[in-house]
């Protein structure tokens, strides 16, 4: 399976970037923020439902406020790497990036991927919890 | 197993079936497949007695929604109270807006017998109103209450009686109507010819415990009850009930209790207002019918008296005996913070819990008649719980408060443990628990589901906090 294409796919479903998505789809980026956008949620989601697994935190509220810090990671991680990794590619090149909105915006679609993910998985793995399998409902 | 007839005599009698009826409640064990209340007392308005039978109504309808097969680990209101009589009372002909001269027809009489009346009762006998009973005097009751055969409920209670059935009559010793009622009685029942299944009723295991002073009430002129004469009333009882009940093995099972550290309760002959707070000494008297309940008929008349382990104004669960604290502590507990959860939660909080959700505990139930009547027994069980404090000498087991953060600061005498492995501590520890719980306590109708999950968890919350199995 080809996981770059995979998240090309599911990235520009959103939107297409000229020349962005295609550079990021060219470094293999895809691949690195992709997984880190499914896999980092569902190691948290299953520390909170099965680790924490507590009624002091088992309110939709508590789990909204888990999924927003998530979406925030997603964001950090998209933006920090696809400007790192494009910075130096275009710097190795010796020319000037010409992209800068575009690092925003795909950090959004990220995050927002995040949180659709975040909602999936949780629909999963929650029910397997004693004091959490309520929660976000 | 047998069912077993209780008659409650007078305003003891019915506190002690109060305390009866908590003790149900919270799942005490009870070797009795139903048990059937019958109260004799003249005082129609008198408030132990309505306090008591409003109690055990509630229960009966609670348990109706519950059922107790072999699979269940349920134990509240576990046992089955019965009510075959209008508000399990047993009526009394003639004793209401009557004088005592009146019932007896005194002017009717030949001189001869009017004479003989005189030397027997006093004038004040003679013109007391039995409407709110017989004031402590056992000698006009011993007159009234000789009539229980008479009455239609007194016939159906022995056409409904079968072999292995028990009888267990509760009466206090220094008043007037448990004293006379309760020889009466038993003769009635040990003798009578005229009523149905004479031979099961007379060869009946019967069991008795009769309840010396107590308490004792202010003097006031006006009023017939006379605390002085609780002790002399108490010895001449004695004296008879040993020549004319022990000896002939009237009785099987014979339970004496009594305290010498009493409270003084405001005298009131009757009435609304003779409503006394719980005591131990009624806890205990109905911890006498559990034993009585465990035991088959003995060959000759068994006499016991109970005792605490170590003598104290304040007792707690450690001061009890190992056999009565053993029945007690699990139960009391258990129900005690079943009590303690909807009286202090609002529905709103565990309406989001997974235990309601999972089993569609919604608004609708938990606004329904069930919780309603649960509530209102569970909330009389902790007002039970605080009058036994404020006696003289008083039962007082449990840190009595309302601290959400310290919801296991509970019982005296044990330090709650530390529970691992969770984040959760008080309500948010006892909803984990009711999470936690699954199998039988999704079964059966929500009813049924609601009091599973509560037994199971806190029978859970007693082991890991207390360490009470």
């Given at each position: 399976m080809d996981l770059n294409l995979l998240f090309a796919n599911l990235y520009e479903l959103l939107a297409y970037f000229d020349g962005f998505s295609d550079d990021l789809y060219d470094q293999n980026l895809y691949i690195t923020i992709g997984l880190c956008m499914v896999l980092i949620p569902v190691v948290v989601l299953a520390l909170y439902y099965y680790a924490v697994n507590s009624v002091r935190f088992n309110k939709w509220w508590h789990w909204l406020l888990l999924v927003v810090f998530l979406c925030v990671i997603s964001f950090i991680i998209a933006y920090s790497t696809s400007y790192n990794e494009l910075s130096y590619l275009y710097e190795q090149q010796n020319k000037e990036l010409p992209y800068a909105t575009e690092f925003f915006s795909f950090s959004l679609i990220n995050a927002l991927w995040t949180l659709v993910v975040s909602f999936v998985w949780s629909m999963i793995i929650k029910w397997g919890s004693k004091n959490c399998r309520r929660t976000p409902f | 197993m047998s069912k077993i007839y209780v008659f409650g005599i007078g305003g003891t009698g019915s506190r002690v079936l109060r305390s009866l009826t908590m003790l149900l409640a919270s799942g005490v064990e009870c070797k009795a497949k139903a048990i059937v209340p019958i109260i004799i007392d003249p005082d129609s308005a008198a408030g132990d007695v309505e306090r008591t039978a409003t109690l055990m109504k509630q229960y009966a309808e609670i348990r109706s929604k519950l059922n107790f097969d072999s699979k269940k680990a349920n134990c509240f209101f576990k046992t089955d109270i019965q009510e075959t009589m209008t508000n399990f009372r047993l009526p009394l002909s003639n004793?209401?807006?009557?004088?005592f001269d009146g019932y007896m027809d005194v002017s009717g009489m030949s001189k001869e017998n009017q004479a003989l009346v005189n030397m027997l009762f006093s004038q004040k006998n003679l013109g007391s109103d039995m409407t709110v009973g017989f004031k402590g005097n056992p000698n006009v009751g011993s007159v009234v209450l000789n009539q229980f055969d008479n009455s239609e409920e007194f016939q159906n209670f022995a056409n409904e009686f079968t072999e292995n059935d028990k009888i267990f009559i509760i009466s206090s010793i220094f008043g007037g109507t448990g004293a006379s009622g309760f020889p009466l009685l038993l003769k009635t029942l040990r003798?009578?010819?005229?009523?149905?299944?004479k031979n099961l009723v007379h060869n009946a295991h019967i069991g008795a415990i009769t309840v010396l002073p107590y308490f004792q009430v202010k003097q006031d002129?006006?009023?017939?009850?006379?605390?002085?004469?609780f002790v002399s009333k108490a010895k001449s009882a004695l004296a008879y009930y040993e020549r004319n009940i022990s000896k002939n093995n009237e009785i099987d099972s014979l339970y004496y209790i009594a305290d010498d550290t009493r409270t003084t309760y405001e005298n009131c002959e009757g009435g609304t207002n003779q409503k006394n707070n719980a005591h131990f000494i009624e806890l205990m008297s109905a911890m006498a019918l559990i034993d009585f309940a465990n035991s088959e008929k003995p060959s000759t008349a068994v006499h016991k008296e109970f005792g605490i382990e170590t003598d104290t104004n304040e007792v707690i669960f450690e001061n009890l005996g190992k056999v009565t604290k053993g029945k007690l502590r699990k139960a009391m507990t258990q129900f005690n913070l079943f009590s303690k959860y909807l009286a202090e939660n609002s529905e709103l909080g565990f309406l989001q819990q997974p235990w309601a959700k999972d089993r569609a505990m919604d608004k609708t139930f938990f606004d329904g008649d069930f919780i309603s009547t649960l509530e209102k027994v569970q909330l009389d069980y902790l007002i039970w719980l605080s009058e036994m404090t404020t006696q003289q000498r008083a039962f007082t087991p449990y840190i009595i408060h309302r601290n959400s953060d310290k919801v296991f600061d509970l019982v005296k005498g044990i330090s709650p443990k530390r529970v691992w492995g969770t984040f959760d501590s008080n309500y948010n520890l006892f909803n984990n628990r009711l999470n936690g719980q699954s199998g039988e306590s999704k079964t059966g109708n929500k009813e049924q589901q609601f009091a599973e999950l509560f037994y199971l968890a806190t029978q859970q919350l007693v082991k890991e906090k207390f360490n009470i199995e």
């Open positions: - | 004793t209401q807006d009557v004088l003798t009578n010819d005229d009523i149905a299944n002129e006006n009023s017939q009850v006379d605390s002085a004469t």
